[in-house]
């Protein structure tokens, strides 16, 4: 769809809302209130309008991956941690590593495309599987809630060149002190995908065969360290060279992670991905994540594949976090304005 016709599509309702607004109210005191976007739509409306999209074919957020194949190997700790089938058996792993925003074609090197992400497809022993969606950002997510998530899309969205100042964004930030902290942090590009960490940020509840339960976040740490691309070479860096270096990497021997979990004590908040909790928390080795084939067909395979950070399995339960909860219907959304 032409970039205008979709910026059109994402700001007209909420225009008609303002325009027509006060008219029906003079009209009829109880006529039923202005119809509004349901809230996913908005939200896939915003990332689309951010990339000048949609791109027909390419996720609204998160559009330029590469897809890769391996195993995920349970330690001897993660079955008592959690009774989730895989926890106990090694699985096959289908993982898509990720540039942030709609832009399909965004310069892996450029500073809009982090945090990276890394979305991990675990087949279970019955067939079906469980997903992880994580990011490269060790500082949990800007936002607490999904509405304000939408408030922080639209001010970027609304604050072009041509913006009054105070921008909307600058004022966003200026009313939100951990959105304008994270905004700034520091986030290197990484050498490689597999030098990258990732991070759960939603908490997710835990329960043993023996039916007790913790609440944790997920930690993806590359075996081979923490690794970010030299200053010097950021700015000659090919736009495709991270989707480029991974295959080769793995062609050269496994690319692997470890996954672990950052255990919540008792009071730790669960349902606010903005609080992190503190850094002496235990963390448990869940196993090691081993990469070692690149997927044949990119375009078709990436196109086809949904990943749904609550496609869950018995032992692995949602958190009570309001982000979690909006990400599948805007997913689903996106998956279908895909073309699927
Ligand atoms: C309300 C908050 C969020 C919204 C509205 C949102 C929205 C989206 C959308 C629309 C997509 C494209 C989905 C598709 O077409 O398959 C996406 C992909 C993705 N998101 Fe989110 N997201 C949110 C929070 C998060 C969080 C908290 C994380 C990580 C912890 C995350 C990580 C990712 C990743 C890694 C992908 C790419 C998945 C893939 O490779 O297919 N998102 N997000």
Redesign the pocket.
Known sequence: MHPARSIRRAVVPAALIAICGGVSAALAADAPPAPQEPL?VA??HA?NKLAGGPHTGF????AK?VLVTGTFTPSKEAPGFSKAAHFSKSVPVLV???D?T?VPNIPDASKDARPN???IRFTLPDGGHTDI???A?NNG?PVAT?EE?LQLLTAIGNSGPNAPKPTPVEQFLGSHPWTAKWVTTPRPAPQSFGTAAF????AFKFTNAKGVSHYGRYEILPLAGEHALPDAEVAKADPNYLMDELPKRIAAGPVKFKLAVQVAKEGDPTND?TKLWPADRQVIDLGVITLNATVKDQVKE?KA???N?LSLTPGIEASDDP??A??PP??A???T??GN
């Open positions: 996913p939200l896939v990332f996720r609204a957020n998160h991956g898509r590593f990720s942030p709609g992400g890394m979305a969606v994580s990011l950002s997510f999904p998530f991070y759960g940020i939603n991905p990436q594949l949904l990943y950070p982000i979690l909006a990400r805007a997913y959304i996106s998956y304005q895909r």
